[in-house]
């Protein structure tokens, strides 16, 4: 089975700061997938970005990068230049590739940025 | 852009009641998932669908069953509304998990009196 532990209820930075969110994951799978969405308060789940385990390669969308360390299972997520729009419940996922893969999500942190 | 539309925002149900709660999507996605998100216990999975008729078991399936008899909905059925059912309920498609994220509907603030 795998799990999703993201071990930080809660955070807050400043607007323009830099903030960087933990996740780590545990599997037996070999190919999968990582994601962090994002949870406004208006309540809609949105993708901020994802990361395929083959690829070495950190992935980065606009002001947001991922640390993706295979080995310890490591997977967090760094928000440049934080904005006040960024304030939501972040939630870190994992799924394996395969028929009938599923979504298994962490317990989420809650970030709010301070003007 | 794929729209998932869950057909309440907020629902109050009595204990011992049915409860029917329903998700459409219009992307022609074969995989629809239900799950249920706790104050810090994240989202867990209750049910999914892989294909018309077809479903599998989350992790928290006890006291909720699914129907799926099109492709484009995806029910999560409370067979007797118990009070440790209140909860926020989200419903999500998609192609394939991990391949392609996955949409979200707003979600349905289910309070059981």
């Known amino acids: 089975a795998q799990t999703v532990t993201q071990s930080q209820p809660e955070m807050s930075v400043q607007e323009a700061e830099t903030v960087t969110l933990s996740c780590t994951y545990d599997?037996?799978?070999?190919?999968?997938?990582l994601f962090w969405y994002k949870q406004p308060p208006s309540r809609q789940m949105i993708l901020v970005i994802r990361q395929e385990a083959y690829k070495q390669q950190n992935a980065t969308e606009n002001r947001f990068s991922v640390n993706f360390q295979k080995a310890a299972k490591s997977f967090s997520l760094k928000i440049s230049d934080s904005q006040l729009g960024d304030t939501a419940m972040y939630f870190c996922?994992?799924?394996?590739?395969?028929?009938?893969?599923?979504?298994?999500f962490g317990k989420g942190i809650t970030l709010s940025v301070r003007p | 852009d794929v729209k998932v539309t869950q057909s309440s925002r907020y629902l109050v149900k009595r204990t011992g009641e049915k409860v029917f709660l329903e998700c459409v999507q219009d992307?022609?996605?074969?995989?629809m998932f239900w799950y249920r998100q706790d104050p810090g216990l994240g989202l867990r999975l209750i049910y999914f669908s892989y294909d018309v008729k077809m479903k599998e078991k989350g992790d928290i399936p006890e006291g909720y069953s699914v129907s799926r008899e099109k492709k484009e909905r995806f029910s999560l059925i409370l067979e007797s509304a118990s009070t440790n059912q209140t909860s926020m309920y989200l419903c999500a498609s998609g192609i394939i998990p991990g391949q392609s994220p996955l949409h979200f509907g707003n979600g349905t603030r289910l309070t059981v009196t």
């Open positions: 996922a994992f799924t394996y590739t395969g028929a009938n893969s599923k979504l298994t």
């Open positions: 599997t037996s799978e070999s190919n999968y997938y």
């Open positions: 992307m022609d996605h074969e995989n």
